[in-house]
Every structure is written in structure tokens, then in C-alpha cells.
């Protein structure tokens, strides 16, 4: 505890003037100061995933529990006026409760939840008891963190008034004046502690994939997905996202329900165009489900890596058919040929003959 000495509420240099015991006489102490509270406005079951703007409400719920009245100095006052003067201190003593200059810094102790630092630390200047007021915090819960309970830090530090005195006239001697009160301040350090959760759900992870595509055709593709997690996801449907050059009709493939642990395998036709570069292709990939409140939820992205292979060089049938034709054309040439040498060899000898006559 710091004690801070101040006079009154003005803002001049006088507040910071220390006046000794005889300028001042003490009539109540009062018991009582600020109580902060801290809780999640909304709904504290966060999800895992998200970066939200977390809500914190801080209530000051202290309470006077009561007043000391105080063996003053009845002399420095005149008589008639100091039962007046002392009920005027302890209303001013009523302001122990309200605390001034609030600092509240998020922190989390916790790996998988992350508290953004341009979002800290939040600060109220003041807060009386009965009041709240709103802090605002950015945090950021891992993907991968386990469902369950946690709990966030918030340093507190802030202000109270600790003890009112009323002024004597002997404080003119040190220059005060036009000041009733001097108020002494402690400033408090707390760490509250703010309850949150991280619901359950699946979470889903590619396992296998099996086949591959080629150039100018379509081939069937089987992915396998499972739900690493706790609850089951039902009527899960499989999406994939593919661009040029590639392509499919029907991009969405039921599943059915998922549990935990539980695989599932759907099976996509997926076509590349005949000049598609051949390399490895990442498509997207989530799944569609019903929570366990009956909402439709997606998973995260997922990346399904393909194989594209070259296409086989083959001949067309219609190149095929070319072929045939030249070589029955070739073959009937030379048969024709073939057939006209050997009727030349085999003719009569008289034909021969006559032909030499008439020649």
C-alpha cells in the first residue's frame, strides 16, 4: 500500500501539501472500502478457432461496514460548530469505497489461449460502489485446445480513499486555504480471476488419400476424414473446392454421422483438363455438420493433396484405321504385282512363237 496525501477535490498544487497534526483533526475513521468484481459479459463457452473481442464486466460492490468516532482535539474547533464539522467528515468518508485510476491488464497462463497486447490494459477512471463499467479484450483460442474449464488473470490496480481529516485554521499558516478536507490515498493491487470454457466439439483431420488424376481424363478420388475429438458430428457432409484445371460435377459427398475416433471415406470424380500441369494439387477441403446444440457448424480447411500424372501415349482409333487401310492398299498392290509376273512366266510357247513371227 502507497499512501497518497491530498487535500480536497481541487486540482491545484495545494493537494499534494502535507499538513502536520495540528492543522488537521481526525473525527471519524470509517471501515470500509472498493470490492472489484470481475466476470464475462455474454456467454463465457468460447470456441475453438475464433479470435473474439471478450467482454469483461467489473462491478464495485464495496460497502461501509460502519464508523469509529475518533478522540479529536476538541479545542481546535469551537465547541458549538464541531458536532456540525464531524458529521461532515464522515459523509466524506462515505467515499472509501469508490475506487479512481483503475488498471486492469488480461493475461492468460494458458498456451492455447493467447491475449492480443494492443488490447491491454484496459483502465476506468473512476467507479463508484453500486456501478459497473466494461473492459474489452481481444483473445485468440488455439485450434487445437482441449474442451474444458480455464481461467484468465486480471491485475487490478486502482485508488481508494483511506482516511478524510478536516482542516484546522492553522493550515492558513502553511498557505492552504479555501480547503475543508485532507484525503489520504492507498492504492491497491488485486488479481481477479475470470472463468471461461472452450466448448466441445469434433475436429476433424485428412488421413488418407488414395488415387490420382491424368492429364485430359476423369478418375475417381477417395479421401478419408476422421474426428479426432470428443462429440460426435452429425449428418457430416464432405466438400471439396477444385479450380481450373480442374474440375468436378459433384463437389459434396454425405458422410452420415461421425464419432469420435470414428473414419469416413467419400469418393469424388475429379477431371483435369488435357494441358493441366503435371504436379501435385492441393484442394480444399471442410466438413458440414450438426453440433451437439443442434447447430450447423464447419470444420476448418483442410488440405487433400493430389497426384496429377502425364496421360499414356496411345494411338487413336481413328489413326489405327489409317494404318490398316495403308497396308491392305499395300498388300494389294503387291499381290497384283505378284499375280501379272507369275501369268507372264506361265504363258503358251506357241503364243510365244506366233508373237515372234509377227514381229
Known amino acids: ?66 464508523f469509529k468516532r475518533l478522540n479529536a482535539n476538541q479545542r481546535l474547533i469551537n465547541d458549538s460548530t464541531e458536532e456540525t464539522v464531524a458529521l461532515a467528515e464522515m459523509e466524506e468518508e462515505e467515499e472509501a469505497t469508490t475506487a479512481k485510476d483503475i488498471e486492469a491488464t488480461l493475461q492468460s497462463e494458458n498456451k492455447y489461449i493467447e491475449v492480443e497486447s494492443t488490447s491491454n490494459p484496459q483502465s476506468v477512471e473512476e467507479l463508484e460502489t453500486g456501478h459497473t463499467s466494461t473492459l474489452s479484450y481481444t483473445i485468440k483460442i488455439n485450434s487445437d485446445t482441449p474442451a474444458g474449464d ?40 488485486e488479481t481477479l480471476r475470470i472463468p471461461i470454457s472452450v466448448k466441445s466439439g469434433p475436429k476433424f483431420e485428412v488421413i488418407n488419400v488414395s488415387g490420382s488424376l491424368v492429364q485430359g481424363e476423369s478418375k475417381l478420388i477417395n479421401v478419408t476424414y476422421k474426428n479426432t475429438r470428443e462429440e460426435v458430428a ?3 457432409l464432405a466438400r471439396i473446392i477444385v479450380m481450373s484445371p480442374l474440375s468436378t460435377e459433384k463437389s459434396i459427398v454425405r458422410l452420415g454421422d461421425i464419432g469420435p475416433g470414428e473414419e469416413k471415406t467419400a469418393s469424388f470424380e475429379i477431371s483435369a483438363d488435357k494441358e493441366a500441369l503435371v504436379k501435385n494439387y492441393g484442394i480444399n477441403s471442410e466438413i458440414k455438420y450438426v ?3 443442434g447447430e450447423t457448424s464447419f470444420s476448418e480447411s483442410m488440405k487433400v493433396n493430389i497426384p496429377l500424372e502425364a496421360t499414356e501415349t496411345k494411338f487413336s482409333t481413328t489413326g489405327i484405321a489409317i494404318i490398316l487401310i495403308i497396308v491392305i492398299a499395300l498388300y494389294q498392290i503387291i499381290n497384283v504385282h505378284r499375280k501379272r509376273n507369275r501369268n507372264e512366266e506361265n504363258a503358251p510357247t506357241d503364243e510365244k512363237a506366233s508373237g515372234d513371227e509377227n514381229e
Do not use: C
Open 1 to 66: 500500500m502507497t499512501a497518497l496525501p491530498a487535500l480536497g477535490n481541487d486540482d491545484d498544487e495545494t493537494n499534494f501539501i502535507i499538513l502536520d497534526q495540528g492543522s488537521t483533526v481526525d473525527y471519524y475513521k470509517s471501515y470500509g472500502e472498493p470490492v472489484i468484481e470481475a466476470s464475462v459479459t455474454g456467454d463465457p463457452e468460447l470456441t475453438r478457432g475464433e479470435t473474439i473481442d471478450l467482454k469483461v464486466k467489473i462491478a464495485n460492490t464495496g460497502v461501509i461496514d460502519g
Open 150 to 189: 480455464y481461467e484468465l488473470l486480471l491485475p487490478v490496480t486502482y485508488q481508494y480513499q483511506a482516511n478524510v481529516k478536516t482542516v484546522t485554521a492553522d493550515a492558513i499558516n502553511l498557505g492552504v486555504t479555501g480547503v475543508e478536507f485532507a484525503r489520504v490515498y492507498e492504492t491497491k493491487n
Open 234 to 236: 452429425e449428418d457430416a
Open 291 to 293: 453440433d451437439e446444440d
